[in-house]
């Protein structure tokens, strides 16, 4: 490897950790919102979509806000997936970074996550909420190993 292509893959290496990093503070900043403010955010998401579940066929307001909260929950941990895909494939082309480490270290955030909301009032951590977080992770890491260009 030459220096500029080194550096260029440690460049690329700290964009996806930047990111990677920032995208852990976000879903850990957002499960510190109290149940509250949080059961208001979806009630916000589920007035726009409503149109669409009655469309097929949901009707009960209950269930689309569970929908809604489940949904966030997925597709926020397959943008993680997507990012630490990324990030571990640079790490693992420029340092030689092993995937199953750095899988457990992916699987540790929603396990601290749903943590977290163990201390904020109206929030409770969920074992079925970290399944369903790392089915995300893996469906947006997939995702994103379909679509990927490797070098």
Known sequence: MTGENSHDSARRSARWAVAFACWVAF????????????????????????????????????????????????????????LARGLFSTLRSEKGVRPFPAALLVALVPIVDECIQLFVPGRSGQLTDVLLDLSGVVAGALLAHLVARDD
């Open 27 to 82: 879903v850990w900043c957002h499960s510190l919102v109290q149940g509250p403010q949080s059961s208001l955010e979806s009630g916000l998401v589920v007035t726009l979509v409503r149109p669409v579940f009655e469309m097929l066929g949901v009707h009960d307001a209950d269930l689309m806000s569970l929908l809604v909260r489940k949904a966030a929950h997925f597709s926020e941990y397959a943008v993680l997936g997507v």
